[in-house]
């Protein structure tokens, strides 16, 4: 039952960060995340979560900055840049804390599912 609610609210929170249209409340949702992540923070996972935030970053750098030179939308990179990390570290944050098997398992086509993509990623 812990696992469906915290997925309830992990799909309730990305699509409330979906919604945000501040960079100053998408900043601070940031933040807030970053706390979250500092107490399982060990040295091991650590290396797990820069992979994500570097490409996050490599991708905005490549791909949305020259967008925003050439049209001059700086906000909507600011908000672009902000609403992917923030999405991105909770997700990180939800998988680290859902036990996906548990919390898909009222329904039995999206617990297979959920068994084919994982066997075929592996």
């Keep these: 039952m812990k696992d469906k609610v915290l997925l309830f609210l992990y799909m309730a929170g990305v699509v409330f960060v979906s919604s945000l249209s501040s960079p100053g409340h ?6 807030l995340l970053l706390l979250a992540h500092m107490p399982s923070a060990s040295r091991r996972r650590l290396r797990r ?19 925003a030179l050439w049209t001059g939308h700086y906000s ?7 609403r992917a990390l923030d999405i ?25 599912l959920l068994v084919l993509s994982s066997s075929y990623i592996l």
Excluded: C, D, E
């Excluded at 979560?49 to 967008?67: D, E, G, M, Q, W």
């Design 76 to 82: 909507y990179l600011s908000l672009l840049a902000l």
């Design 88 to 112: 991105m570290l909770l997700t990180l944050l939800a998988l680290s804390r859902i036990n996906l098997y548990s919390a898909l398992s009222f329904s039995r086509s999206l617990s297979q």
């Design 26 to 31: 998408l900043l601070f949702i940031f933040f």
């Design 49 to 67: 979560r820069v992979k994500p935030i570097s490409l996050a970053l490599l991708t905005t750098l490549f791909i949305s900055v020259p967008y």
